[in-house]
């Protein structure tokens, strides 16, 4: 067996494991580590296919972002939180949309696999997976939709933070802001009981009190 063929059958292992793993899990965070080990697994075919800028990419945005954020928001929500399961007609037609689905793809997969054999893809040179021939195609002929993507996603960001620093200041202001309400604070009303006022009513004192 050559390194290459070794390497093809580690990482497919790894990719059918890790969605297998994933799928039919029932904790969530492992659910999220079968993920990634079918990440890591994508990853090492892209390497096989001579295609190192793919795999970092993979690597990177995939297993560095999307997977940090599912554990996240996994997390946020509690990772023993109780799922109803789904029962009788609700049941029935997820696993049959389901089965309906893994027969399509079975099929389209066969039929691509029988017919690649008297067509086959053009081999294609080292050299069209590398940083720099992915770069050139970016930066020479996808300049502008790359620029109004970066323009989209600055927007985004903030407009979110926009949002979030919004909701801060909201939840920072006192929830009672009558001062005539402030009167009836039971804690004063307690401690003045009684008491004369001096000329001053209890929120004049108040204040007093606070300041001094």
Do not use: W
Not at 27 to 38: E, V, Y
């Amino acid at each position: 067996m050559t390194p290459g063929l070794l390497l093809f059958s580690v990482c497919s292992l790894l990719c059918v494991g890790g969605a297998l793993f994933t799928v039919l899990s029932a904790n969530p965070i492992r659910s999220a580590l079968g993920l990634l080990t079918t990440i890591f697994g994508i990853a090492g075919l892209f390497l096989r296919l001579n295609a190192e800028f793919l795999a970092a990419m993979q690597v990177l945005v995939y297993a560095g972002a999307v997977v940090i954020l599912f554990v996240f928001v996994i997390m946020l929500l509690g990772p023993t939180a109780k799922l109803i399961p789904a029962r009788g007609t609700r049941s029935f037609l997820a696993r049959a949309v389901g089965g309906g689905l893994g027969a399509i793809a079975g099929v389209f997969v066969i039929s691509l696999l029988v017919s690649t054999k008297e067509h086959a893809f053009p081999i294609v040179g080292k050299e069209h997976g590398t940083v720099e021939a992915v770069g050139r195609q970016i930066f020479e002929h996808g300049l502008v939709p790359f620029e109004l993507v970066t323009a989209l996603l600055i927007v985004a960001v903030v407009g979110a933070v926009a949002v979030a620093r919004t909701a801060h200041k909201k939840s920072e202001k006192p929830k009672i802001q009558n001062p005539t309400v402030r009167l009836f604070h039971g804690p004063l009303l307690a401690r003045d009981a009684g008491r004369p006022l001096d000329g001053r009513t209890l929120q004049e004192r108040y204040e007093s009190e606070k300041n001094a």
